[in-house]
């Protein structure tokens, strides 16, 4: 079972504070990553891709990984309440491209 | 631009009926795949489908479920005979060619009574 593993939070942050969200993968063919963000009752949102190892930087917001581990990150730095959802976390399997979520964490931006 | 469209947004039926949910992929995506996404759990992914090819249905229940993307018109997930688990949301997402970025619609929320 390829599998994508969240810490579901909820992950409550100040305004201001940076905020960090974790993902693990079990699948070593994975070549692709992306983090969605999802408020509540609407669809996923894409914030970030990242293919390659090391950082990728976009506005406030950096994406880390690192295949050894198979670890991927999620920085936000400034956080604010609007940045307030649930981060989604997602794998390309690498078979017909299909994405393997994880089951999200919530974050809460505190004013 | 246009996104990715789908309807309707809301979707009540009673148990036994069919439900058919409509998904119109981004202007020059010919890749579509469904997800569903049941309260309080992630997203699974359904099927995956090019137009009038099936390519993955891996993650399609086998049985009242089907789903197709003709040469012209909206890819189609079809639910018969629905039961009360089937109550989740439904959303499509499109892509321009593997491997690429999907980008979701707005979804369907579908409501067995």
């Known amino acids: 079972q390829k599998e994508v593993e969240q810490n579901s939070g909820p992950l409550s942050v100040p305004e201001g504070a940076i905020a960090s969200l974790n993902c693990t993968y079990s699948?070593?063919?994975?070549?692709?990553f992306f983090w969605y963000r999802q408020y509540s009752g609407k669809s996923p949102e894409l914030i970030m891709s990242i293919y390659s190892n090391g950082d990728k930087e976009d506005g406030r917001f950096t994406a880390q990984l690192n295949k050894a581990s198979q670890y991927v990150s999620l920085l936000i730095r400034d956080s604010q309440p609007s940045d307030s959802a649930t981060y989604l976390c997602a794998a390309d399997t690498g078979t017909a491209s299909k994405l393997t979520f994880g089951t999200g964490t919530r974050l809460q931006v505190t004013l | 631009n246009a996104g990715v469209m789908q309807n309707p947004r809301h979707l009540v039926r009673r148990r036994g009926q069919e439900a058919r949910l409509r998904c119109s992929p981004m202007k020059g995506h010919s890749h579509v795949y469904w997800y569903r996404q049941l309260p309080e759990e992630g997203l699974k992914f359904m099927v995956y489908l090019q137009k009038e090819n099936i390519i993955d249905e891996s993650g399609m229940p086998k049985e009242r479920f089907s789903a197709e993307f003709p040469k012209e018109g909206p890819s189609i997930l079809r639910i018969q005979q629905v039961v009360r688990g089937d109550s989740a949301a439904y959303f499509c997402?499109?892509?321009?060619?593997?491997?690429?970025?999907?980008?979701f619609g707005p979804g369907t929320r579908l409501t067995v009574l």
């Open positions: 997402a499109s892509q321009a060619g593997a491997p690429d970025t999907q980008y």
């Open positions: 699948d070593r063919g994975s070549q692709s």
